[in-house]
């Protein structure tokens, strides 16, 4: 069983129930607000990485398009909310300062080099350690990918709804923990999870009444667009 004072509050695409998500604004509101761990969204475009959620740019900014097939150029001089552009991971890294931990979501095909080789830069140049940075994805090939190239990252595994086999394949990924949908998440899960020695995070977890539910099932932690409300029941529990 969880030990309930190490409940993990993950601000989900950085406190977005408050900024513009994904923005470099909802990310120091994130750190504003105390949560321990963000997590962004990131695609791969010309040779860098772009924190975005939709594989289209109209939902969350005032561009048009497929955000893959755009120049870099164009979605740097797009307005992402509040002036806010569109950020680089490697400025979300520069931001946080290793005052939360990164959880790196990897929504394109083909994030999983670059995303590794900019973890090695922070890794290598700026003090960050592999315990502070966790990159997850619902797509697993992406996962199997950042495995190969380092198996000492470590990985979170998406999903949505489960197989028979429950958390097998976060197992078999070689993931430390499996993300799960609260839609989805039942006590046969999160139990099946945790006996293969993975930690369960439910996304995305913005009410009270679902905090609760999800804690009486033990889970391991939360993405919330609003860290605030996760953070202030910890004490519930201590
Ligand atoms: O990583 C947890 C959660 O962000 C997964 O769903 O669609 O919000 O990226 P989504
Ligand atoms: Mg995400």
Redesign the pocket.
């Known amino acids: 069983m969880t030990d309930r004072k190490d409940f993990i509050c993950l601000a989900?695409?950085g406190a977005s129930g408050h900024e513009p998500e994904n923005t470099l604004l909802a990310i120091e509101k994130a750190i504003a607000l105390g949560a321990p761990w963000i997590?962004i969204?990131v695609y791969s475009v010309e040779d860098e990485l772009v924190v975005i959620?939709d594989e289209r740019l109209e939902a969350t900014t005032n561009g048009a398009g497929i955000v893959t097939q755009q120049p870099l150029a164009y979605l740097r001089m797009l307005d992402a909310g509040k002036g806010q552009q569109v950020p680089l991971l490697r400025e979300v890294f520069e931001v946080v300062r290793r005052r939360a931990g990164v959880?790196v979501?990897l929504?394109g095909a083909g994030t999983a080099a670059p995303v590794v080789k900019l973890i090695h830069h922070y890794i290598a140049d700026h003090g960050w350690h592999r315990g502070q940075i966790l990159v997850?994805s619902f797509n697993h090939n992406e996962l199997a990918e950042v495995r190969r190239i380092d198996p000492h990252l470590r990985l979170g595994a998406?999903g949505y709804g489960f197989p028979p086999e429950h958390a097998k394949f976060a197992e078999d990924l070689g993931a430390v923990s499996v993300?799960t949908s609260l839609a989805c998440v039942n006590q046969a899960f999160v139990d099946d999870a945790h006996r293969r020695g993975l930690k369960v995070f439910v996304?995305?977890v913005n009410h009270p009444d679902d905090l609760k539910r999800v804690k009486a099932m033990g889970v391991d932690g939360v993405?919330t667009d609003y860290p605030e409300r996760v953070l202030a029941r910890k004490s519930d529990h201590v």
Do not use: A, G, P, V
């Open positions: 989900h695409r997590e969204d959620h959880n979501e929504k997850s998406l993300h996304y995305t993405f």
